[in-house]
Structures are given as C-alpha cells and as structure tokens.
C-alpha cells in the first residue's frame, strides 16, 4: 500500500502533466485575450471556483495567516506576469518550458540559502545531469538571445523562490485557503496591469472562451491545489525534480497539438533530466527503484 509520500509523489507527477497542458491553452486563449487580461481573469474565476471549498477555513484563519498566504500570491503574480508576457512574444513553447524547468533546478540551492535546509549530496550528482539535458533541449537548432528568453528566465527565478515560499506555509495552513488567497492576489496583480498597460478588445470569439474555460478550471484551480497537496507531504528537493517533467509533457503536446518535430538532442535532453529524477528519488542507486520492499508490520 502507497503512503502519504508515494500518493503526494504521484500527484505531483499529475500536476506536470495538467501544468504542461496548461501551456497549450495559454497560447490558444491568449491569441484573442490580451495576455495580463488573461490571466488576471483567469486566476480571479479560479479563485471564486475554490472559495465555497474554503469559507470555513477562512472565517477562522487569523489576519496573520491571511497576510502571510497574500505575500505568496504576490510573488506567484510577479512571476505569472513574466510567463505570460514571454508566451505572448515567444515563437516555441518548448524552449520555453526548459527555460522555466530552471527553476526547479534552484529551488533546493534556495531553500539551502533561506532555510538553511542542506541539500542531500546525490542531488549535486543529479543537478549537472539534468542541467545538461536542459542544455541540449534548449540548444537544440541553435540558441537564438530573444527578449522572450530573459521574461522566461525572470519568471524561473520567481518560482523557485515561490516554491519554496509556498512549501513552508503550506505545512501550516490549509490548503485550499492558501491556493484561493494565492490565486485571488494574482488574478487581482493581473486586472490591475492589464486596465494599465492593455486594451480590452472589442469582440472575443467563443472557441476562445473555451480555451480560457479549460485555463481555468484545469490548469490553474485543479493544478494548484494538486501541486500544494502534493508539496505538503513531498520533500521541497524531491517535489522540485519531479516538477522537471513539465517541459517534457510540453514537448510532447507541442509535437502532438503544433506538429513540432522531435530531433536527437531533444530525445536525448528528455532522457538525462528522467535519468535525474531516478538517481535523485532512489538516492543515486537506480536498482532499487526496481526492488520489492514489503511493508514492515507496525
């Protein structure tokens, strides 16, 4: 029978498969919705979906904690905003998801300098590993510098810190109440800049409201709250690999959905980063992920 870990890790393993479809709907709603529109309103309906789910827990949480779950929202928005904007301006989503994975690959180096939370050592043997599937993923027909490359890499270095903002407080909070207050702050950050910087359009056709439907209810409500479940009883080193197969997924619905081709050293990318994550949940012994361990009578 599972444990709590083994479920979280599954789910965690869900939540980079519903984020990577997330990434298609983004694009396609996002060609008749004004990207910081997009996912103010985005974020705000996800919000409002949750809050029937979490009123109680509300009602009871001190100003303190409310507060707290705001400022991790703030930082969420900040690098939603970045993301977006790239997306809008980007030719290749999977250069993209690569360069966002980035993040996954500082969070255990930021939890060290935060919480003073020591990575284990394999981690260091499956960093460069994976750092060098990202490379050959990344340059594969070439590194071309693009404005969208350093909005994608600001959003990187926002979610590694958000992630493990978001893994500490989700320990003592609940977690639908921290997702709703997360995804209420952003969608709000998002109107704001959006009623500042862009123009509403004058007609939106239905098939995008169906894209911006499916961005909602899957990729943002039922993600979130899958991807704090999962942190809540998942090491933040372990969760942070396993959310490395994000930029996979991506490829694989972009050959699928966008007819992109795969070459060598994108397969051979995907490979190192999966051979990463199997050293670094077996603790660099690859055999024993394979190894039947009955459970020990209590």
């Known amino acids: 029978m599972l444990n709590s870990e083994h479920k979280a ?33 985005r974020f705000t309906l996800a919000s409002l979906c949750l809050l029937p789910l979490c009123y109680k827990p509300l009602k009871a949480a001190s100003g303190k904690d409310i507060r707290a779950a705001a400022g991790v929202g703030i930082i969420l928005s ?25 993040s996954m690959l500082l969070v255990p180096v930021i939890a060290w300098a935060l919480f003073r939370q020591r990575p284990r050592r394999v981690f260091w043997v499956s960093l460069p590993i994976a750092a060098t599937g990202l490379g050959f993923l990344s340059l594969s027909g070439g590194w071309q510098e693009s404005s969208s490359q350093l909005w994608f890499l600001g959003a990187a270095l926002m979610l590694a810190l958000h992630f493990n903002i978001n893994s500490k407080y989700s320990q003592r909070l609940p977690v639908l109440l921290l997702t709703c207050i997360q995804l209420m702050v952003t969608g709000q950050v998002g109107l704001t800049m959006s ?39 998942v090491p933040t080193g372990n969760a942070a690999l396993i959310m490395l197969l994000e930029p996979i997924w991506t490829v694989v619905l972009s050959l699928l959905w966008y007819r992109e081709v795969l070459s060598s050293n994108q397969l051979l990318g995907c490979g190192l980063i999966l051979l990463s994550l199997l050293l670094y949940q077996t603790g660099g012994r690859l055999r024993n992920l394979f190894r039947y361990r009955p459970k020990s009578a209590a």
């Open 9 to 41: 890790t599954l789910v965690l393993v869900l939540t980079t498969m519903i984020a990577a479809l997330g990434w298609i709907f983004s694009k396609e709603a996002i060609a008749g919705l004004p990207p910081f529109g997009f996912i103010g309103l």
């Open 78 to 102: 900040g690098a939603l905003m970045c993301w977006i904007h790239a997306v809008s301006i980007s030719d290749t989503l999977g250069e993209g998801a690569f360069i966002m994975s980035l």
């Open 195 to 233: 009623s500042i910087f862009e123009t509403t359009p004058p007609q939106v056709s239905a098939d995008i409201w169906v894209w911006f439907a499916l961005s909602t209810l899957l990729a943002t409500s039922l993600r979130y709250v899958m991807q704090t479940l999962g942190q809540k009883f």
